[in-house]
């Protein structure tokens, strides 16, 4: 069993709609959450760094950490089709420690 | 703030040759950099960590006289890939670590752009 499990999709949503992205991971000593973003050819663009348990809002995005069910998700409002690109779940145990990333989820947001 | 570098971005070169990667954080020092592997739809996975001053730590299976890292600044982590053959092909991902909290929680990874090696 893989650490941190992401369905690679891909996954196609009309622009505007509502986009739920999530993450399962086995190992209970995570303690820091991050979503990145990727865009095709390009490196992973940090979106959302949660520590512990809880919700994070940064406009149109909302990451939330639920450590009981080890599940993780990443909600984007009013999708975009300028949010199409891979989204990365990732985590760690400690600061500074080594990132577990899950597989991405390719998103596309048709216009 | 907290924006990193790679050099090239893209690179072609023949096979038995060297290539040399430069990572860079731009307004930010570094004292640990990571360096990634990415295959076509494929998640990142870690080759090693390189901390300045020290010797780099490299993953399981990864071969460290083949892929040299070198972090010899606060601002600077470079990865040779030596003796480069077709497998070698990939694009490499260099991301550094912010002990100071820029912009998001402490000790936060912030990637570079990366660099797309392709050996014939």
């Known amino acids: 069993q893989k650490e941190v499990e992401q369905d690679p999709g891909p996954l196609s949503v009309p622009e505007g709609a509502i986009v739920s992205l999530n993450c399962t991971y086995s190992n209970s000593a995570f303690q820091y959450f991050m979503w990145y973003r990727q865009y095709s050819r390009k490196g992973p663009e940090l979106l959302m760094y949660?520590?512990?348990?809880g919700n994070k809002e940064d406009g149109r995005f909302t990451a939330q950490v639920d450590k009981s069910s080890k599940y993780i998700s990443l909600f984007i409002r009013d999708s975009q089709p300028s949010d199409s690109a891979t989204y990365l779940c990732a985590m760690s145990n400690n600061q500074g420690g080594k990132l577990i990333f899950g597989q991405g989820t390719e998103l596309s947001v048709k216009p | 703030g907290a924006v990193v570098s790679q050099h090239p971005s893209r690179v072609i070169c023949k096979s038995g040759t060297s290539v040399k990667i430069e990572c860079r954080s731009l307004d930010f020092q570094a004292t640990t950099m990571f360096w990634y592997r990415q295959f076509p739809k494929k998640s990142l996975m870690l080759m090693a960590t390189?901390?300045?001053?020290?010797?780099?730590?490299?993953e399981q299976g990864v071969e460290k006289d083949k892929f040299l890292i070198n972090h010899a600044s606060l601002t600077l982590s470079t990865l040779t890939v030596t003796s480069a053959h077709p497998e070698d092909s990939s694009f490499y991902i260099c991301?550094?670590?912010?002990?100071?909290?820029?912009?998001?929680?402490?000790?936060?990874?912030?990637f570079g752009p990366g660099t797309r090696l392709t050996v014939l």
């Open positions: 991301s550094a670590k912010s002990s100071t909290g820029i912009i998001w929680g402490s000790d936060t990874q912030y």
């Open positions: 390189s901390n300045e001053g020290s010797k780099a730590t490299y």
């Open positions: 949660t520590y512990s348990s």
